[in-house]
């Protein structure tokens, strides 16, 4: 787009299906450079990423032409559907429905890639579902808790 000029930075948040942390830490930085393709392949730019077993992290460069819920929507699948082909689990991978997105401005970059880096550090101390709600309280983003996640249900 001619004479387009943008700057917008989003992180976005999504989880595993049921919180379970069942994305295995030593394939971790494999998953992470497999999603960075994707994102690339898009023609979008990926600032940092990172997670724990249970959830990922992802600053983008995001070009207006393209739809957040689609790159989103693009990465999970794609994402889900490279864990499974791996055989890293023994039952199916998936994603929570949904995910988090929330922008900053050039300025606040360097620390929120420095959040991003410090995942393990972070949840040492809060639960991602503590951190996820402080974010949506924290942007003033309206939400009840019970749509928040899909929980396993025991029978």
């Known amino acids: 787009m001619a004479n387009t000029y943008t700057q917008i930075h989003l992180h976005v948040v999504f989880a595993v299906k049921y919180w379970a942390g069942c994305i295995p830490p030593n394939q971790a930085a494999r998953l992470y450079r497999y999603i960075t393709g994707i ?3 898009h023609g979008q730019k990926l600032l940092a990423i990172n997670g724990m077993p249970d959830h990922v992290h992802l600053l983008i460069g995001l070009r207006p032409e393209m ?3 689609d790159l989103v929507r693009d990465v999970k699948a794609s994402a889900a559907k490279f864990i499974n082909e791996q055989n890293w689990l023994p ?3 998936a994603w929570q429905e949904g995910f988090g997105a929330f922008s900053y401005s050039a300025s606040q970059l360097s620390a929120v890639i420095a959040y991003i880096e410090r995942q393990e550090e972070h949840h040492a101390k809060r639960s991602f579902l503590d951190e996820y709600r402080s974010f949506l309280k924290k942007f003033e983003v309206p939400f009840e808790d019970k749509y928040l996640f899909q929980e396993l ?3």
Request: glycine share 8%.
């Open 39 to 41: 994102v690339a392949a």
């Open 153 to 155: 249900k025991e029978n």
């Open 67 to 69: 739809a957040l819920s």
């Open 91 to 93: 039952g199916k991978f």
